[in-house]
């Protein structure tokens, strides 16, 4: 059983960066496509960026509205994988969860196998 632990989140001003991290804890990360979704109060649960499993293509996938703005990446030394947001902005406030599939390209969120307890961005104007 794998498990996932993210931390990183916290308040910020808008313009600020951060970086999440999700940490995997009884298997290997980067056996697993990774993906870090958010869920801001009244919406649904939305994937902002995709990490696959090493050697597929394309590597990474991010939402229109965050390309340019968050990168992800792996830390294979801490079994780690980094969500960086830079120039955030008050609609990036959500509670951040980051979820690992054995599939190269799951296009679901049922297609995960693994999730963490997420962590809360919150973003002020």
């Excluded at 990183?8 to 995997?24: N, P, R, W």
């Excluded at 869920?39 to 597929?56: D, F, H």
């Amino acid at each position: 059983q794998v498990q996932l632990v993210e931390s990183g989140g916290g308040l910020v001003q808008a313009g600020d960066s951060l970086t999440l991290s999700c940490t995997a804890f009884g298997g290997i990360i980067d056996s697993y496509t990774v993906s870090w979704f958010r869920q801001a109060p009244g919406e649904e649960r939305e994937v902002v960026s995709t990490i696959s499993k090493t050697g597929l293509a394309p590597a990474t996938y991010y939402k229109a509205s965050v390309k340019g703005r968050f990168t992800i990446f792996r830390d294979n030394t801490k079994n780690t994988v980094l969500l960086q947001i830079n120039s955030s902005t008050p609609e990036d406030t959500a509670v951040y969860y980051c979820a690992a599939s054995r599939l190269g390209r799951p296009s679901v969120a049922a297609l995960y196998d693994y999730w963490g307890q997420g962590t809360q961005v919150t973003v002020t104007s």
